[in-house]
């Protein structure tokens, strides 16, 4: 089941720059049904899937591997490590966050000064960066050498659980959700022959699309992503931007990428079509690969699929399981009547 890949995904680390634990549980799940797979400069893994027919368009899957996390940046004298964050991560979440350092996983703890000794001033202000340290119990620095190291990476904690009406929270569901999906449509029966991309570092610029839609070469890419959700309790309804459990969320733009219309449409179709429910942003916020795939080049016509996810860029999301179930489906349906289009 889907489900059951996305808790396997999402409990690997992969902080941007250090996916490699991803990539190699993706690589072993396709390997076998690739007609031709590889890992580029950057680390993306990029492998070729036959279909039925070999269309005159260049079809590109794309979804990244990696996740927001932080990085060892000093070790004091006693002990405790300083970081900096790797990606977009709102710092009023830190405090208290379980931690695990570098390929060992050390435990820690991010920590902070106690709320007892803050200023009343600190108290109406979020903490700046250089307040936060992690405790790994360590008693000076060289203890602290032992078993860390300047430029380790740091994951959240990776437990994840089913909760309420088929809900789902985890670290890492931006995007492990896409890279379940395409691990998904690896093992299905494709139309046409398409190009996947598991692609790197994400979070820190979209630099990995990059690279692998210039060496790639498509004419269309669909990007599958997870996506901001926003329906909250204090959020006015004219800012949510979609909402779990309402279906798949198809890209008309964001701040990033103008998806292209003709393929918002074939994509649409293709969810009636199927009567999988879908929804559309109806706040323009955030933005992904998309756009670096779009700029490639000459240019490459763009579709975007996401899932709906409260609280990303944080230690734990939360999606609905349904929409990730209905995500193969619909991709699949998109990629069908793309081979209808184009007469392949």
């Given at each position: 089941?889907?489900?059951d890949?996305?808790?396997d995904?999402?409990?690997l680390?992969?902080?941007?720059?250090?996916?490699?634990?991803?990539?190699?549980?993706?690589?072993?799940?396709?390997?076998p049904?690739?007609?031709?797979?590889?890992?580029?400069?950057?680390?993306?893994?990029?492998?070729?899937?036959?279909?039925?027919r070999?269309?005159?368009?260049?079809?590109?899957?794309?979804?990244?591997?990696?996740?927001?996390?932080?990085?060892?940046?000093?070790?004091?004298?006693?002990?405790?490590?300083?970081?900096?964050?790797?990606?977009?991560?709102?710092?009023?979440?830190?405090?208290?966050?379980?931690?695990?350092?570098?390929?060992?996983?050390?435990?820690?703890?991010?920590?902070?000064?106690a709320?007892h000794?803050?200023?009343a001033?600190?108290?109406?202000?979020?903490p700046?960066?250089e307040?936060?340290?992690?405790d790994?119990?360590?008693?000076?620095?060289?203890?602290?050498?032992?078993?860390?190291?300047?430029?380790?990476?740091?994951?959240?904690?990776?437990?994840?659980a089913?909760?309420?009406?088929n809900?789902?929270?985890?670290?890492a569901?931006?995007?492990?959700?896409?890279?379940?999906?395409?691990?998904d449509?690896?093992?299905?029966?494709?139309?046409?022959?398409?190009?996947?991309?598991f692609?790197?570092?994400?979070?820190?610029?979209?630099?990995?699309?990059?690279?692998?839609?210039?060496s790639?070469?498509?004419?269309?890419?669909?990007?599958?992503?997870s996506?901001?959700a926003?329906?909250?309790?204090?959020?006015?309804a004219r800012?949510?931007?979609?909402e779990?459990?309402?279906?798949p969320?198809i890209?008309?733009?964001?701040g990033?990428?103008?998806?292209?219309?003709?393929?918002?449409?074939?994509?649409?179709?293709?969810?009636?079509?199927k009567?999988?429910?879908?929804?559309?942003?109806?706040y323009?916020?955030?933005?992904?690969?998309?756009?670096a795939?779009q700029?490639?080049?000459?240019?490459?016509?763009?579709?975007?699929?996401?899932?709906?996810?409260?609280?990303?860029?944080?230690?734990?999301?939360?999606?609905?399981?349904?929409?990730?179930?209905?995500?193969?489906?619909?991709?699949l349906?998109?990629l069908?009547?793309?081979?209808?289009?184009?007469?392949?």
């Amino acid at each position: 089941m889907i489900a059951d890949t996305l808790k396997d995904l999402c409990a690997l680390p992969g902080v941007s720059g250090f996916e490699d634990p991803v990539r190699d549980y993706i690589r072993e799940k396709i390997e076998p049904s690739a007609a031709d797979i590889r890992t580029d400069a950057m680390g993306t893994l990029i492998a070729e899937k036959k279909g039925k027919r070999t269309p005159d368009l260049k079809i590109l899957l794309s979804a990244h591997m990696d996740e927001v996390g932080l990085m060892i940046t000093h070790i004091t004298d006693e002990g405790f490590l300083r970081f900096d964050c790797v990606g977009g991560i709102d710092r009023r979440v830190l405090i208290g966050q379980r931690v695990f350092v570098g390929r060992d996983a050390v435990p820690g703890v991010v920590g902070m000064k106690a709320v007892h000794l803050c200023t009343a001033e600190e108290m109406q202000k979020i903490p700046r960066l250089e307040e936060f340290y992690i405790d790994i119990g360590a008693e000076s620095r060289e203890e602290a050498e032992e078993k860390t190291h300047l430029g380790d990476f740091v994951s959240f904690d990776p437990e994840s659980a089913e909760f309420g009406d088929n809900m789902f929270r985890s670290k890492a569901v931006d995007d492990r959700a896409g890279c379940a999906v395409l691990l998904d449509l690896f093992q299905r029966e494709l139309p046409l022959d398409c190009t996947f991309a598991f692609t790197v570092q994400e979070e820190v610029g979209c630099r990995g699309a990059f690279g692998a839609a210039f060496s790639v070469k498509p004419d269309i890419a669909l990007v599958l992503e997870s996506t901001t959700a926003a329906d909250l309790p204090e959020v006015p309804a004219r800012r949510r931007v979609c909402e779990p459990g309402r279906g798949p969320v198809i890209s008309l733009m964001d701040g990033g990428t103008v998806y292209d219309r003709e393929l918002f449409t074939l994509m649409t179709e293709a969810a009636d079509k199927k009567n999988i429910p879908w929804q559309v942003k109806h706040y323009i916020a955030g933005g992904n690969d998309a756009r670096a795939v779009q700029r490639s080049r000459g240019g490459v016509r763009v579709a975007g699929l996401s899932l709906a996810a409260r609280y990303l860029h944080a230690p734990v999301s939360v999606a609905s399981l349904q929409d990730l179930e209905e995500m193969p489906d619909l991709a699949l349906g998109f990629l069908e009547a793309l081979a209808d289009r184009a007469g392949a």
